[in-house]
């Protein structure tokens, strides 16, 4: 039986900051480490920060396309308790205090093969492409975030969870590379969004993230951070430098280069409500506020 492919890719909430629009010609990848905006929730402060590479728009693509298989395929996961493996601890690079088994030490293993992985993503088969995932991975592999929950009241530290996103291993043999095994370990925030009920998760649509990134790579940054940043049946409301940050990592001065950032993000703002059916509704205010309120897209 064929498998219905997923609408809906779930991701832990305030990940979208490490995921910026960048400049074609520069290809560099400054690591830097990003403080996230605290959350609170039953008596609890909970920290996130991450150390990361400039994460760009194809990185994201290949992120969303492979945790889509988390939420869409529960009962073929592997689920691997990381406690009792040294190396997919040190590969993990996984830190937990205090170091007990639960929801916060489980990894789920995806086994797949580089032809799966271009076809959902709708690449061709081409040594090339296999290249471009290649790359994406081994950045999402660097990229190290630390959750820090503590006791509001008291300030006392009940977690202190350090872990990189991902790690994946690929077989180098045969040459034909069409059905090689490539095995990828996710994070316990991955299990956290998948098995662990909580509720700090975004949602975005695949097909529209899609349709973004055919129109510009670019936009499907700006939907997923304001996928991330806006819940359903929410309404926020951003200054067009408080988006300039959120897509962008920075916020410049030079007016030029504004003028271009501000054009591009109110063109994004337009395709996103467009294509999402009005699941975003976005105004722009005389004040030059930008109004995003979201409802649930999910068909019936």
Not at 119 to 142: A, C, V
Not at 180 to 209: C, D, H, M, Q, R
Request: proline share 3%.
């Amino acid at each position: 039986m064929r498998k219905k492919k997923p609408e809906f890719v779930q991701l832990f909430k305030n990940v979208s900051p490490i995921f910026v629009i960048k400049n074609n010609n520069n290809r560099q990848r400054v690591v830097k480490e990003r403080k996230l905006e605290e959350l609170k929730a039953g008596g609890y402060r909970i920290k996130v920060e991450f150390s990361a590479p400039e994460l760009d728009a194809y990185d994201l693509r290949t992120l969303v396309y492979l945790a889509a298989n988390v939420n869409a395929d529960k009962e073929s996961l592997g689920i691997e308790e990381s406690l009792d493996n040294m190396g997919l601890i040190e590969a993990l690079r996984l830190r937990l205090q205090p170091a007990q088994k639960g929801k916060y030490s489980k990894a789920i293993i995806l086994e797949t093969n580089w032809s799966k992985i271009l076809s959902q993503i709708g690449l061709k088969y081409h040594p090339d492409n296999i290249e471009k995932i290649k790359r994406s991975l081994k950045y999402l592999q660097m990229s190290i975030f630390t959750i820090k929950v503590k006791e509001e009241e008291t300030g006392k530290t009940v977690l202190d969870l350090t872990s990189s996103l991902m790690m994946f291993q690929a077989d180098s043999l045969p040459e034909d590379k069409r059905n090689n095994k490539v095995v990828i370990a996710f994070s316990p925030l991955f299990y956290l969004v998948a098995f662990g009920k909580t509720k700090f998760k975004s949602t975005v649509n695949i097909e529209v993230f899609q349709k973004l990134f055919e129109i510009d790579i670019n936009m499907a940054i700006v939907y997923y951070a304001l996928c991330d940043a806006v819940d359903f049946g929410k309404e926020r409301e951003f200054t067009i430098e408080e988006l300039e940050y959120m897509c962008y990592g920075n916020v410049v001065e030079d007016r030029r280069t504004k003028s271009k950032r501000k054009k591009f993000l109110l063109d994004s703002l337009k395709e996103i409500e467009r294509l999402s059916n009005k699941s975003f509704i976005i105004k722009l205010d005389r004040k030059g506020k930008i109004k995003v309120k979201r409802i649930p897209d999910r068909k019936k």
